[in-house]
Every structure is written in C-alpha cells, then in structure tokens.
C-alpha cells in the first residue's frame, strides 16, 4: 500500500489532532506523523499512544512535511499557518479543523503564499473530553467532515483533504465559510452556549436530585473553557443571531406558562418532539 | 422472604409503573401486584414482561389492594386517588410518583378520608423512553426519591413508604412539597424546557451537521409532550422563576458576546464547567 503522504505533520495533539494521527497511520494515510505542540507531556503522551512517530516545532514541521493539519484552538490557528507557510515546501497541502471558518479564512488567505494550498475543513466530531488520552483512530468513522472551499481554493488540493478525510472514514460535505458558520452556530455553538448557561444556574448541592436528563442536557458545559471562549468569539454575529431564535423560543414558553394556556405549551414541545424524534436517541 | 405487601396496585403501567412492578415482584416487595391503566394492549404488554400479575380497574384495585402506587401523569393523579380512596380498604396505604407535588398533595389532602393515608412520593428515575417496553426491575437502584411529608403525614405510612423504595434500590430523601417543586423546577424542569426550545429552533435539515453535542442537549426533548405540559402546569410559578436565573444568564452571555469582552465569556465558561465537573459524566 502506498500512503498518501510521506509525512504528515498534526499541529496541536489535543482529542482531534491525536486522533487524526493515529488514524492517519493505522489506516495508511501517512508514513510518517509528525506532532507540534506547546506541552512536552502531551506531545510525549501522543507518541506513547501511537498518534505520532516524532514531536518536532513547527518550523521543522513545516520544512519537513507534505501536508499539515493544524488541530489548535481556532484562535491560534491563523497565526500558525502563517508562521509556517513560508517555511514549507512548494505544493505543500495545509488544512485545518478549526470550529468556524470565515473569519480564520479570510485572514489565512490574506497573506497565504502562493507556494502552498490551503483548505478549510471542520471535522464534527468534538466532545466535552480532551487530551491525547481520549483519542481514537476510529473518531472520525461515519462522521461528517466539512470542507469550506473559497473561490481561492484550488480543487487539486480541495480533492486531496476530500480523500485524506474520506480514508479516515469520514463523510465530507462541502459548503461555504458562512454558511458552515451560520449551521453550526446553531447546530453546534447555540448547545454548548446553552448548556453552559444551564449549568450555570443550577447549584451543585442539588445535584442529587438531579437525573439523566439535567446530566445529558448540561453534559457538553464540561468542554475547556478557552476553546469555546475562542469560537465564541470568532462566530459572534452567528452565535448571536443563533441566541435571538432560542431567547425568542423561550419567551414563547414564557407567555404560554404565564397564561396557563396548556395547547400552546402542548404545540411547542410536540413540535420540539417531532424535530428531536427525526435525530434519533 | 415475607413480602412487605400481599398486594399491591400500580396505577399507571408506563415506565415507572412498569418498573415499580416488576422490581416489587423481583425483589420480594409484594405477593400480587395489581396494574390499572386505560390502554388494553399497554397493560397486555406490561403481563408480558412480568411487571403485573393481573389487570384491573381502579375500583377492583382499591377494593384489593394493601397499598397502591399512582404512576400516572400529574394532572391525573389527584383525581385517581380521591376515587379510589373510598373504597380501599381501611389503613390501605396510599402512595404517588408524580413530578410536581405540592398543588397534587394539597388537593389529595383536602379531601382524603380518614380511613386511608396518603404520602407524596417522587422517584428520579424519569427518562424520555416510556411505557413498559423500557421498564426494568433496577431503574430505581441508587436512583434518589424524594418523599414529601406534610404535617397530615401519618409517621407510620412514611416509614412504609420509605421501606417500600429501599427496597426496590432507592436512596430515599425526605422534602417538604414545595422545596421539592422548586429544587425539581431547577434540576429537571428547566433542563426539559431549555431541550425543547433548543430542540425546536434548530432544523431537522440541518441534523447532518450535528454532533455529540446538540444529541445530548436535546434529548429529553422526545419526551412525551402531554406529561410535560402538565408538568409545567402544575409547576408554574417555580419553573418561571427557573426559567427567569436561565434567561438572566443568557442575557449576561449575549452582553459578553456583544461586547467582545472574552474575559467575561471565559468566566461564564469556567464557572459552568467547574458546577458540571462535579457531576461527573
């Protein structure tokens, strides 16, 4: 089998850059994973975990690799890439799988040198768990990676993250930036928002009288806060048009509970059934 | 093995009537268990899976039975129990496992005759599965039930009542009815509520770009909506309260995100994951 690339460097080897590394070389995709990160622990703790062969800094990650994808948080990403572009080969492919796209797009591809392809991808499968620790090389399996292609993008290099995604079990979609940020503002950014808020009010000495539903519900608040800080901020217009629709859903339930009116009350959570019931459990 | 009751009715044979059932014939709780319930094929099916010995109507079940277990949805409790409660048998034990529980036991006890007892009662066993299909003889091992006495409490029912759930695996903690409504508003109400509305403003056509996330924070909202409404009805004032600490706090989110003030934002992060740590996962 001939893999992909020779060798593929993971920048950051949280849950989601391990876990690319280790599939990466489990499933032949790379022949050689290189790993970058800020904590010698956690980049020696990836190399135990098989997730990558050697831990080197960007610069030498950037000489050396044929491909690059940066797992950071989305507010260190831009400036990684841009710190490592001039390094890299010609024809080197870097991607990313930063949580939201158009702002960190826009501003990769500002000052991406010409020597090298940049794609924008977001692979959905993140967890309130962290750390190399938690990784898997199966994560990506039956999960939906998106890909932002820009006028900029060159298909050569969009096909190439298309198949490197797709050899890690992935199903790729394509949209754009905004449209990808405005979805998972709503998808994605509105439930952490919320079930940190929700935590939020509920005091620890009553969590005894606590079941499933306040852990499922609030189960995704235990995330880093840093990270999500950092979407947050990096999607505000979206996050916010995303909070007006819940503020606006739950005034509704506000008006219906304050008249007593039962039908309504009744209309708003068959509706919210009927929505949920199509997800399945 | 004596069980602690020749026989016992269960009124109600959904999740919780179900799996009282069966886990009171499991364990030794009961001789007989008698289920009433209005869908033939519900009480069919709970015969089957060996929740119930028998079905009857709630005036044969009065009639026979040492103590009876109310699992039906609020709004219907209050009325089941004064029909049955004149024709049970003197000192017949008397006992619910509805969500909200001060209007339902102030209405109980207004009326109640002198010949029975009644002892307010709620397992946090909830789920958004129903009906006796999901039942199981241990969904109440080192589950929580709160039992609400009030000044009409009769001690020795209490005690029974107590002893009858530690014995099907409960931690049983004693509230009065309306601290119990106003912790559950927070613990379990709003967590519904919040589900629902997040649920009914994100698109089933956007579900592909889900992840883990939005499937926990929107799972309860599959639960049946007619229980729910009579739930929130029945709960009203301490579940607006709920909501208002809830919208308060998005709104603090919403000023953060406007603002840009990342500090604020991390703060609301930290805090919420710092309360959810403690819960465990």
Redesign the interface.
Known sequence: MTEQFDTLAVVGVGLIGSSVGLAARQRGRARRVLGVGRQPATLERARERGAIDEAVDLPTAARRADALVFCTPVDRIAAQVMEAAPLCRRGALLTDAGSTKAELIAAIEEGLPDRVAFVGGHP?????KSGPDHAHPDLFEG??V?LTPTPQTRPSALDQVLIFWEGLGARV?LMTPEDHDR??A???H???????????????E?????????????????????V??AI??RN?AA??A??G??????AE??AA??S?D?AA??G??????G?????G?
Request: proline share 5%.
């Open positions: 959905l499968a993140g967890s309130e999960r939906v998106v979609r979805a998972l709503l998808t994605s509105l439930p952490h928002l919320t079930a940190a808020a929700l935590a939020g009010v509920v005091p620890p009553l969590y005894e009288l606590t079941a499933g539903g306040f852990r499922d519900t609030t189960r995704v608040a235990g995330g880093e806060p840093e999500w800080t947050f901020q505000r996050v916010l995303a909070l629709h819940l503020t606006d859903r739950l339930f506000r509970l304050e007593g039962a009350l009744g708003l959570l068959s509706q919210a059934k929505f949920r019931d199509a997800l459990s």
